[in-house]
């Protein structure tokens, strides 16, 4: 993304396994608002982008459906004194999530990695292994972590971070680059300026970072971790006291939230991060759905579709939405009456798996899937 006044690179992102890129203008809060911006991506160029909460931007290039197999886990861990149960956890069931993860999606490479973290004062600042296709050593190395250090309650996430992106080795090619960041504490307050820079870093080389957030996280450390999430394309994970892990956890900041196992929860979210449609209809297998609350009932048909669905429900519709399949929303639409039969085009839309989501008068909300085939 190109800045009008200033002609200078604004954002720089790479698409996802979904063919998706989230672009930033003024994420430092310095530009002019008034800019107008350009998005550029290959040959092609889009000279008058609409905002987010106007639709989207859409881009087409003929290219070669080339899908890289590789995919790369890197986990990232604060190791000072309070994350002790944390890592036992690391130590005694990473392998079973990344074996599950395995059998799950078969023909994908799974290069792992991992960087632990201290803090300045601390026996050390960073330890790290980089990528391997092999789990056995992942699972030694951590094996070989514990917690200690710390004392104050920021701790040093920027250098971890800068770790992370120097010295793991990440694959450009690769089909998706997820970075779980798994901590219970915040950066330093001096840290803002190096933070916001590494972050800008790593969207850029399409790496999602994933904040796992611990007992001990406070609100504004949970803001600053889904900023963190939104700014790379990642997503925002918690730990609930249901979990057993750690001491006691804030209640997030959200409307409502479904409890999982950690274990499932960690293969969701990769699942759903290294999925890619084949290149062919006769290859074509499902998307991971993410599962839903669902308390209202929804019907879209047709099902598989070219572009117009027809949506109907037993109840009024408030808001609707297009969702990816992992549940990010992609447009919010327009509901002229609040009736229960509604009609959409999703034509505009690349073929994929969408869910359609919605909000009903009595705030309940629910989802259909629908095949969009062009």
């Known amino acids: ?37 350009r998005i550029v991506c290959g040959t092609e160029t889009v000279r008058n982008p609409v905002m987010f909460a106007n639709g989207i931007n859409y881009i087409s290039l003929r290219t070669d ?34 074996g599950g993860l395995s059998d799950k999606n078969k023909g994908v490479d799974l290069y792992l990695g991992a960087v632990f973290y201290r803090d300045k004062s601390d026996e050390y600042l960073t330890r790290h292994m980089g990528f391997r296709k092999d789990l056995p050593a992942l699972t030694q190395f951590i094996r070989k972590q514990s917690a ?13 971070l800068t770790t992370a992106l120097d010295s793991l080795h990440w694959d450009a090619g690769a089909r ?16 803002k300026d190096r ?42 994970v918690f730990l609930t006291d249901d979990s057993g892990v750690g001491d006691k956890h ?10 999982e196992l950690l274990n ?40 598989p579709s070219s572009g117009i669905i027809n949506i109907k429900s037993t109840e009024k519709i408030k808001e609707l939405f297009v969702a990816d399949f992992t549940g990010k929303f992609l447009e919010k639409l327009n509901v002229s009456s609040k009736g229960q039969s509604l009609q959409v085009d999703l034509s505009r839309y690349p073929s994929g798996t969408y869910l359609i989501q919605y909000f009903t008068d009595d705030n309940k909300w629910s989802a259909g899937k629908v095949l969009l085939i062009k």
């Not at 002609?7 to 008034?34: C, I, M, P």
């Not at 969701?268 to 006769?282: A, G, Q, Y």
């Open 1 to 37: 993304m190109i800045s009008g006044n200033t002609k200078d690179t604004a954002w720089r992102a790479v698409t996802d396994n979904t063919g998706k890129a989230e672009l930033w203008a003024n994420f430092d809060g310095t530009a002019d608002r008034q800019d107008s911006y």
């Open 65 to 98: 459906c080339d899908h890289s197999n590789v995919a790369e886990i890197a986990f990232v861990v604060d190791a000072t004194g309070s994350m002790g149960d944390e890592i036992q956890y690391l130590q005694e069931e990473l392998q079973d999530v990344i």
């Open 148 to 160: 200690g250090g710390g004392g104050d309650y920021p701790e040093a996430v920027d250098d971890a």
């Open 176 to 191: 998706a680059k997820i970075l779980f960041l798994i901590l219970d504490a915040p950066p330093h307050d001096e840290a």
């Open 195 to 236: 933070m916001r820079l590494l972050l800008i870093r790593a969207a850029s080389m399409g790496i999602r970072i994933v904040p796992v957030v611990c007992s001990g996280i406070d609100k504004s450390t949970e803001y600053l971790m889904r900023s963190i999430a939104l700014a790379t394309n990642g997503s925002y």
């Open 250 to 259: 804030i209640k997030p900041t959200t409307d409502n939230f479904k409890v």
């Open 264 to 303: 499932d929860l960690l293969q969701r979210v990769i699942s759903e991060m290294i999925f890619m449609l084949p290149c062919t209809d006769n290859e074509r297998v499902e998307a991971p759905i993410i599962s839903n609350n669902n308390t209202a009932k929804l019907v879209v048909y047709p099902n």
